[in-house]
């Protein structure tokens, strides 16, 4: 499985911005998802997860009802819409897949988001 982030960008606090994971390979729908971001001088965080089947989420407290997490297995895709953001929530935005126990055996490229004040 081959994942590719995009979407990110530069966006003034307060604004939204919506990220997507795109996948290649039948099986991404079977997989679960997870979103993580690292910012710079950081080490890289979660920030969200969903389940292969859409119906179970999970998300980090920092963004807990700003940011939704959503899929589209009949596209391969995963988006994550960020909104009400804020300048702590500058970073690369790094999509995952295929959760083994606490880790996911697929990375993608990440995408920048950067938010000014």
């Known amino acids: 499985v081959q994942l590719q982030a995009c979407g990110g960008g530069l966006v003034q606090a307060g604004g939204s911005l919506r990220v997507s994971c795109a996948a290649s390979?039948?099986?991404?729908?079977?997989?679960?998802v997870g979103w993580f971001r690292q910012a710079p001088g950081k080490e890289r965080e979660f920030v969200v997860a969903?389940?292969?089947?859409?119906?179970?989420?999970a998300y980090a407290d920092s963004v807990k009802g700003r940011f939704t997490i959503s899929r589209d297995n009949a596209k391969n895709t995963v988006h994550l819409q960020m909104n009400s953001l804020k300048p702590e929530d500058t970073a690369v935005y790094h999509c995952?897949?295929?959760?083994?126990?606490?880790?996911?055996?697929?990375w993608g490229q990440g995408t920048e988001v950067t938010v000014s004040s």
């Open positions: 995952a897949a295929d959760l083994d126990g606490l880790r996911y055996k697929f």
């Open positions: 390979g039948r099986t991404f729908s079977r997989y679960d």
């Open positions: 969903i389940s292969w089947t859409g119906g179970s989420t």
